[in-house]
């Protein structure tokens, strides 16, 4: 892979269409990481998107995400959560490495950590879906959050590099106050004084580190139920309290 802080379209320039903007140039990894990169979007308060119908009925999912329009004062600056962003990521790493998101994490994370019973949805064009149709059991979301809270490590075994999983962990733009703020498509803040790093996924699928407690917590839910409710208060009221 490039730089993070190296144009997008070092990887993707082949799937711009003619309807690009001119500044789609400007847009880094880095943006894409932190979702700062300015395409205009649409999301709701408990991260639902208008727009993802649309992306999900087109067959180049790719060249939709890179045919957005570009907000300029917003480029660089301001965070948007948007499921794009997180799917141009996969699509990246496609390009860098000849698999996909999936078959990648199967041979670089999921079978070092002894995780065998999973699954990874693809979009029309082969790539892994880069923001939803990840499947894991609950355990498994376990031994990921574990490795994580151990700074990279499995086992003695150093999966994750230590030194990017900090920076991934370490607020990087200002989020949204019911979820925290933002690093590299993972969520950060504190919750009862108690800092934490939040994986969120589609429906209610979260992975929750507390380092401060030792502590990894695990959410999972229907993804098909439309009145989703974030078990945040759960944690405030119940767990933490249980911890101490």
């Not at 060249?63 to 329009?69: G, M, N, Q, R, V």
Request: glycine share 8%; aromatic share 12%; proline share 5%.
């Amino acid at each position: 892979m490039p730089s993070i802080d190296s144009p997008m379209l070092s990887l993707l320039k082949h799937y711009v269409t003619k309807r690009s903007h001119p500044l789609l140039h400007q847009i880094t990894f880095r943006h894409l990481l932190t979702m700062t990169a300015g395409f205009a979007w649409q999301t709701g308060k408990k991260l639902g998107e208008p727009l993802i119908h649309q992306f999900h009925r087109n067959r180049k999912w790719a060249s939709f995400a890179l045919s957005l329009p570009i907000k300029e004062k917003d480029l660089g600056t301001t965070f948007q959560y948007r499921s794009t962003d997180s799917h141009l990521l996969s699509v990246a790493l496609s390009e860098a490495t000849g698999m996909n998101a999936y078959a990648y994490a199967d041979k670089h994370l999921f079978s070092r950590l002894g995780v065998t019973h999973h699954a990874w949805t693809p979009s029309p064009e082969g790539h892994s879906m880069g923001h939803v149709g990840l499947y894991l059991t609950s355990r498994d979301m376990a031994k990921f959050g574990l490795c994580c809270l151990n700074a990279g490590k499995w086992q003695k075994q150093q999966i994750i590099p230590k030194e990017w999983l900090q920076e991934a962990l370490t607020p990087q733009a200002d989020g949204y106050p019911a979820f925290g703020d933002y690093g590299f498509q993972w969520w950060t803040g504190k919750i009862d004084g108690q800092v934490f790093s939040l994986a969120h996924g589609h429906g209610g699928q979260q992975i929750y580190l507390f380092p401060d407690s030792d502590a990894v917590i695990i959410f999972t839910q229907e993804s098909k139920v439309s009145r989703w409710r974030n078990p945040r208060m759960l944690i405030e009221q119940f767990i933490l309290k249980s911890l101490k």
